[in-house]
């Protein structure tokens, strides 16, 4: 085990260096930041002063290189808009979005499990039919669409919920009124992932009931409920251990536009905000952490996968 995990981190670490080079590449080819500080009353040699400060008078091979140094120092730079430190920054918004998104990841399973279990045990029965089509209609339906469908019905028509941030202002806050603001955006976020899932948990659940040995068990009478449950679910939890780690980058890019139609205080707004302002070091930042955790949780679900399934041989 620790020899596989060594290798796949020396792996990583050159399509880390990949990434950051593309997403570099991505963000120059956008155009330069100073476009966005001029104005009236800022006169050019005040923006050529700033270009040399920012060091964007030096070719973009250059600045990548000055920028991967910081990073090897443990800097991710300051923000050119607010002049923040980066990881000051994705610090202070790390923890709603983990918020956000641990929760309707979990929303997302409780919905899809045992739906996808109640299909596979009644295949091509009305609820099978109607389980899978649900799926997806939730799993075609954009993200964006369904979050204004919410805010409209919920905010505008019925005033139940808030429609943005993560808490009322002039409040103390508290749980109660946390949970409020979360709930459009959890749901929003949990149904696209539900449709997908419920399709996987069926196709595993319909695959491992159709394996000898459960044929056996019901044909030596145990129960129907404990052949599900007992046998079936405990071999169907590598589809289970699978899907949770495809939906780590979903998650983060679901919740950058999420996160920006109900102006939660997350990572996905603080980068929507910085593609529009083009602000780069902050740009950089959240794309390396995001690469670091997509890379990671794939470490850790195979690990998971291999401790579910012992058969299984990490080389």
Not at 121 to 138: E, I, M, N, P, R
Not at 179 to 193: D, E, K, S, T
Not at 217 to 241: D, E, P, Q, S, Y
Not at 267 to 285: E, F, H, W
Request: aromatic share 8%.
């Amino acid at each position: 085990m620790t020899k596989y995990i060594l290798k796949r981190i020396l792996v990583a670490i050159p399509v880390l260096i990949g990434i950051t080079i593309l997403d570099y590449a991505l963000c120059s080819a956008a155009g330069s930041p100073l476009a966005m500080m001029q104005s009236a009353r800022t006169s050019a040699a005040a923006l050529a002063q700033k270009e040399i400060a920012l060091g964007l008078d030096q070719p973009v091979y250059v600045q990548y290189f000055i920028w991967l140094k910081q990073i090897l120092q443990g800097n991710l730079g300051v923000s050119y808009k607010t002049f923040e430190p980066v990881s000051s920054m994705i610090a202070s918004h790390l923890g709603p979005t983990l918020l956000l998104m641990g929760t309707s990841l979990i929303v997302s399973l409780l919905l899809s499990l045992p739906a996808g279990i109640y299909s596979a045990a009644h295949q091509y029965s009305k609820g099978d039919y109607t389980v899978v089509g649900l799926s997806f209609l939730s799993s075609s339906i954009p993200s964006f669409f369904l979050a204004l469908l919410l805010i409209y019905l919920f905010t505008v028509q019925l005033g139940w919920l808030p429609s943005s941030g993560m808490m009322t202002l002039g409040s103390g806050g508290g749980a109660l009124d946390v949970a409020r603001h979360m709930v459009m955006p959890v749901i929003v976020l949990a149904v696209g992932m539900a449709g997908t899932n419920i399709r996987y948990f069926r196709s595993a659940m319909l695959e491992i009931l159709q394996k000898d040995y459960l044929r056996t068990a019901r044909a030596k009478g145990i129960g129907r409920w404990r052949v599900m449950n007992r046998h079936a679910l405990r071999n169907a939890l590598l589809t289970v251990i699978t899907v949770i780690g495809m939906e780590i980058p979903v998650l983060f890019g679901g919740a950058v536009i999420i996160e920006q139609v109900f102006s939660w205080p997350g990572l996905g707004l603080m980068t929507m905000n910085a593609i529009s302002s083009r602000d780069y070091p902050v740009i950089m930042g959240v794309c390396l952490f995001s690469a670091v955790v997509v890379l990671v949780s794939n470490i850790v679900t195979d690990i998971l996968y291999a401790m579910a399934d012992p058969t299984i041989e990490l080389k």
